[in-house]
């Protein structure tokens, strides 16, 4: 697989959270020069430099893109939240003003990075029924589609024409530690781990190790660019994604919650929007297949197992 080896200083905003940690330790071992750029320093040590920042106005941090070989921006509020109006202008606001801080930094430095890795989101494409979504499909009406527009938008505005620029409009990863997969599981071991609604919305997902792979090509692999949708290339519906999930966990039982049900108990039970489980997308990435990629956790089953039994 070529491309997968990045080497030089790469600046990773947003480098503590799920996704960048993650990032961090796997170019940790192709040798790469490391630097964190958020709020507050990772809990976890390792090979890498930390630089504080606000996400909003160029400082002493922007020293670090002055000659790197790469930034990876993953700045973002998380969505798994109750969307109460303040929460809502979070989620814009935070990936807005974080992408245009960064624009505004390269602007400023003699080297700029020649390759700028942009998050983006696969909600971008809205909540089709019964449609898969590749990258040339319509996008979406709603908040998240709205959020996606407004990101890649300031991402446009803020790399500059001699930086190869790739955006990766991702899915829901997987994580054995992080995100929103731990969550699902103490449901499930509950014995709620049956299907949400109707159970047919789509769930697109990804394997935490294969989408730190793909940004790991992204940055080194100099044929890709443009955007990419960084998601395994079998989604599955909500009903099969949580039997999938009970059979990882070996619990047998898994009741259903009505719609109304999960209406009542996400935001008070879990502190979550409950238009996260009873909405969905089936989305499948044509141009990872068409250059090549290759998944080591392609289906759903083989990726749950890699996860739990860790």
């Known amino acids: 697989m070529p491309g ?68 990876v921006n993953l700045v973002g509020r998380s969505v798994d939240c109750i969307k109460t109006p303040d929460h809502r202008d979070e989620i814009l606001r935070s990936r807005v003003e974080a992408t245009t801080v960064l624009g505004n930094a390269v602007m400023q430095i003699a080297s700029p990075p020649p390759v700028w890795v942009q998050m983006s989101t696969a909600h971008i494409y809205g909540d089709p029924p019964d449609v898969w979504c590749d990258e040339d499909s319509a996008l979406g009406y709603g908040l998240a589609p709205t959020v996606g527009r407004a990101w890649e938008q300031a991402f446009d505005k803020a790399v500059t024409p001699a930086m190869r620029k790739v955006v990766l409009r991702t899915s829901f990863v997987l994580g054995h530690r992080s995100g929103a997969l731990p969550r699902l599981a103490i449901v499930a071991r509950l014995g709620l781990g049956g299907k949400i609604g109707h159970g047919r919305q789509g769930l697109s997902w990804i394997h935490e190790h294969d989408m730190t792979r793909i940004m790991l090509r992204a940055i080194a692999d100099s044929s890709m660019s443009g955007a990419y949708i960084a998601t395994a290339p079998n989604p599955v519906s909500n009903a099969d994604f949580m039997r999938e999930l009970r059979r990882a966990l070996g619990t047998p039982i898994g009741l259903p919650a009505a719609g109304w049900m999960v209406r009542i108990a996400a935001p008070l039970l879990m502190r979550t929007d409950p238009d996260l489980a009873l909405y969905g997308r089936f989305c499948v990435s044509r141009r990872l297949k068409e250059e090549g990629f290759d998944f080591r956790f392609p289906d759903l089953a083989s990726a749950l197992q890699d996860l739990f039994k860790k």
């Open 4 to 71: 997968m080896n990045p080497t030089g200083r790469i600046v990773i905003a947003g480098g503590t959270g799920f996704l960048g940690m993650n990032l961090a330790r796997g170019l940790a071992e192709s040798d790469a020069d490391i630097v964190l750029i958020s709020r507050n320093p990772a809990k976890d040590s390792g090979p890498w430099k930390h630089a504080v920042w606000d996400g909003r106005t160029v400082g002493d941090w922007a020293a670090h893109l002055d000659g790197a070989a790469a930034l």
